[in-house]
């Protein structure tokens, strides 16, 4: 698999999806990381799905995304950085990508053709390690800290 970080044994899912920008697939439009975090997040894939055995606990409905992201922020195929056309609904702009600090980092995606584009990931705006007390926030998000860190206001 392209780009699997060694050291992972769950399954992955395959779901399709329906994007902001219409339909899509975990395979074809999500970086790898985002796609390790909707393997449980989705809701397709057992919590328990791992050495190639089936699971049958799946994710609780607080945590559980589901296949529709229009009501998300996007990420993946959706979020390219910068974003290219500059969307209608935001007239600001965007911060430079070399200054977005560590934490707030991008992740490639690589789509058919084998084009990289830097992408808005579920670990740009997670620490799934859950560092420093940010309930899982990759940086604190008082005042919209992370939001403002991308979007110029
Ligand atoms: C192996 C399954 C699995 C994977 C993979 C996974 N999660 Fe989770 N995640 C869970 C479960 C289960 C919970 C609920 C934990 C609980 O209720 O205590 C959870 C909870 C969360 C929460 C909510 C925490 C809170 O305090 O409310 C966030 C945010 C989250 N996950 C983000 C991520 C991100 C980002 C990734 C990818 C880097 C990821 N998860 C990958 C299973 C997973
Ligand atoms: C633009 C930033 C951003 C991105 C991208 C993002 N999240 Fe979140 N997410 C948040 C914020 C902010 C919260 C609310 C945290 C809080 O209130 O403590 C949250 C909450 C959550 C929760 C807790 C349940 C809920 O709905 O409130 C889960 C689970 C979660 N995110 C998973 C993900 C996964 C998986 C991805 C990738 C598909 C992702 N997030 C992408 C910012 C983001
Ligand atoms: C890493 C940079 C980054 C961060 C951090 C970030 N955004 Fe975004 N955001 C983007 C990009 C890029 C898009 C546009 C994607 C596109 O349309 O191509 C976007 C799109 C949006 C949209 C439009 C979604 C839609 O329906 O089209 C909203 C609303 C938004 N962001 C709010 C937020 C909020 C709230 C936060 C903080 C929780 C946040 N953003 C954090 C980069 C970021």
Redesign the pocket.
């Known amino acids: 698999m392209d780009g699997l970080p060694r050291l992972w044994n769950?399954e992955l899912t395959v779901a399709n999806y329906t994007m902001h920008e219409g339909a899509g697939t975990a395979v074809d439009d999500f970086d790898i990381?985002s796609r390790?975090?909707l393997?449980?997040?989705d809701g397709t894939v057992a919590?328990d799905s791992f050495g190639g055995q089936n699971g049958s606990t799946f994710?609780?409905t607080g945590?559980n995304l589901g296949v529709d992201f229009t009501n998300d922020h996007p990420v993946g195929s959706d979020a390219q950085y910068p974003p290219d056309p500059q969307p209608v609904w935001w007239t600001g702009a965007f911060v430079d990508a070399s200054t977005l600090p560590r934490e707030v980092g991008l992740e490639e995606w690589v789509d058919g053709s084998l084009v990289v584009h830097e992408v808005v990931s579920?670990?740009t705006c997670?620490e799934?390690h859950n560092e420093d007390g940010l309930?899982?926030l990759s940086t604190t998000n008082n005042a919209s800290a992370l939001c403002l860190t991308c979007h110029l206001k």
């Open positions: 769950h990381r390790l975090c393997s449980c997040h919590l994710i609780g945590e579920c670990v997670h799934p309930d899982m």
